[in-house]
Structures are given as structure tokens and as C-alpha cells.
């Protein structure tokens, strides 16, 4: 069975997938933008932003830039990824856990990476799942690992691998 039939095990992997499409779709339609959007389009949505000297972005873009992404190719390979990592991390970590799961590491991935952005000087505008889905990834893995369910441990450290290769590639 392919992992898009086996979503329907997976309602809380299906919400976030459809909230992350809506948001897209509702930036296409702000933006008339189909294939990417512009740094005022994503601010302007919720993205994460950070301008040496200008004021600190405001908190609740720590959650906003989780559902937000940057163009077509961007979504839809998150939502991939989400889809066949939600499923098992579903599974592994029970529906409540693997929802506040998703919205505390996607949060906590956008407040490492505007505080690395404030280290380091530099202009930042970011957003995506990514921090979200890698957090997922980790927790689903330790919590496999520690309670015996060792295949899927494994099929999650093959999905690490396989993102880290994907992310380091583009």
C-alpha cells in the first residue's frame, strides 16, 4: 500500500497537509503568484523575518512561518515528506503528541534560525515546514527506538537520511 493510500490512518497528517495547501493557495491568491513569491509577499503572510537594526519579528511568526512556504517546488516537496513522515510519526507518537509535536518544533526551528540570523548579522526571511517535519523526525525516532519499535526507528532514520540528502542538494 502506497503512503498516500495509507493517510487515512493519519488524520492529524492530513489536517496539516491541508492547512499548509490552504495557505499556499491563499498566498497565490494575494500574490496572483503561482510558482514563487517575493520577500513582501511571504512577510506580508507570516513568514519569519529578521533586518539587522530594525525591530525584533514579532513571536507569532514563530508559528505562522510553519505553514508558509516560498514557492511550489518548496511545498510540495515538505508536503511529500510530511505525508510518508507524518504516517509513521503518527503512529509512533499518538495523534495528540505528534500535533503538538509538529507545532512546537516548527516553532522552535524558526526561533533558532532568527536567532542565528540576529548572530550573525544578516538579513533573513524564513518559512516552511522544514523545522517542523525534521523535529517530527527526531521525536518519532527516539520514541520508536526507546519502546522497542524498531523497524519503525529504522524506516525513520532512512527518511532522515533521505531529507538531509534532499536538503543539502538544493
Known sequence: MSWFQRLREAPVTVALIAV???????????????VAFDSDVLVRAGAMYFNPGAPAASPW??????????????ILMNMWVLGQIGIISERALGRGVFAVSYIVTGMLGNVVSGTLAAARGTQLVSA???????????????????????????????????????????
Open 20 to 34: 499548509n495547501l490552504i495557505v499556499f493557495i491563499a498566498m497565490v491568491v494575494m500574490s496572483q503568484r503561482v
Open 61 to 74: 511568526r514563530w508559528l505562522t512561518a510553519a505553514f508558509i512556504h516560498v514557492n511550489l517546488l518548496h
Open 128 to 170: 516552511g515546514a522544514s523545522g517542523a517535519i525534521m523535529g517530527l523526525i527526531g521525536m518519532a525516532a527516539a520514541f520508536a527506538w526507546l519502546s522497542g519499535q524498531r523497524r519503525i526507528a529504522r524506516a525513520l532514520a532512512i527518511n532522515i537520511l533521505f531529507v538531509l540528502g534532499v536538503g543539502l542538494s538544493l
